[in-house]
């Protein structure tokens, strides 16, 4: 079956700590991104990859760090300065450039304990 | 800054009914706009995708269509069903970037 998958569905986070939101595709895109959706909000672009080893920072990418190591992964870290990271995160996958759909993943929950 | 706007934010109509959704956008230089679905605590799921150079999409009872010179576009659900229940985003591209900039949606409810 092809398609994004993302882990865990729900992950809670205590105060000073980092985790770290897995992303993985198996549709061979080159591009990958992550967004961040709120309550009442659309969806915001955190970070994206066009390429591996290359990576760009979206409107808020303040408080996320990301790695395109290989294709297929693209893993969020919300680190501890990220002072608001309750949330849903989505992750999502194109071929690349303006002309393409995007593929999205079923998404993780965030929270804070 | 790109401004995508999706009215209204809530619409309940009853099943069988037919429903106009609305997106507007502020910069009429758009690559392509697209439509996805959004159920509860979900991914999204895309719908319709028109290139700039398109007037309109159809599939199935969902028809979108396009007026770059308005910047806007509309989602025309035919005879609607309690499983169309869900929220509804458009999101647009543009020529000169490579992220979609996504609208707040409209959350849709089809009362049987």
């Known amino acids: 079956d092809g398609g994004i998958t993302q882990s865990p569905k729900y992950l809670f986070r205590k105060e000073g700590q980092n985790v770290t939101l897995s992303c993985e595709q198996n549709?061979?895109?080159?591009?990958m991104y992550w967004y961040r959706q709120d309550p009442g909000q659309g969806l915001r672009l955190i970070y994206y990859?066009?390429?591996?080893?290359?990576?760009q920072k979206g409107d808020i990418a303040e408080g996320y760090s990301v790695s395109r190591e290989k294709k297929e992964s693209f893993p969020l870290t919300v680190t501890s300065a990220q002072k608001n990271p309750t949330a849903f995160y989505l992750c999502?996958?194109?071929?690349?450039?303006?002309?393409?759909?995007?593929?999205f993943g079923p998404g993780t929950r965030l929270l804070v304990l | 800054k790109q401004e995508v706007t999706q009215i209204p934010a809530a619409l309940s109509v009853p099943e069988g009914e037919n429903l106009v959704l609305n997106c507007s956008f502020t910069?009429?230089?758009?690559?392509?706009l697209q439509w996805f679905r959004q159920d509860p605590g979900k991914g999204l799921t895309s719908l319709l995708l028109?290139?700039?150079?398109?007037r309109e999409q159809t599939s199935g009872r969902l028809n979108a269509s396009l007026d770059k010179s308005s910047g806007r576009s509309t989602l025309y659900i035919a005879a609607s069903q309690p499983g169309d229940s869900a929220t509804y985003l458009c999101?647009?591209?543009?020529?000169?970037?490579?992220?979609?900039?996504f609208g707040t949606g409209t959350s849709l409810t089809v009362i049987p």
């Open positions: 990859s066009q390429i591996v080893n290359d990576f």
């Open positions: 999502a996958s194109g071929a690349g450039g303006n002309q393409e759909t995007q593929y």
């Open positions: 910069d009429s230089a758009i690559y392509n």
């Open positions: 999101a647009v591209i543009y020529w000169t970037g490579n992220q979609f900039y």
């Open positions: 028109i290139q700039s150079s398109q």
């Open positions: 549709l061979n895109h080159d591009a």
